[in-house]
């Protein structure tokens, strides 16, 4: 978890899937915290999960881009 904290100090949001893998990943290193200082989920791990738009609307996975919007 330490790293991702180095992460998070110098990450910055450029797309909606930026901002929702970096919101995740805040949330998984404050249950990390609550897990250390408060002995608190002690048998669980935690895992940063995005899923932004990898399914279409018609359930069919989307293509890779490869440039920029």
């Known amino acids: 978890m330490a790293n ?4 998070l100090g110098k ?13 995740a990943l805040t949330v998984v290193q404050v249950l990390f915290n609550i897990q250390l200082k408060e002995q608190r989920f002690k048998d669980l791990s935690f895992r940063a999960y995005l899923t932004a738009q990898l399914i279409l609307p018609s359930g069919e996975l989307a293509a890779i881009a490869r440039q920029a919007d």
Not at 4 to 7: D, T, V, W, Y
Not at 11 to 20: F, H, I, P, R, V
């Open 11 to 23: 990450s910055s949001a450029g797309y909606n899937a930026d901002l929702g893998l970096m919101r």
């Open 4 to 7: 991702s904290a180095l992460l």
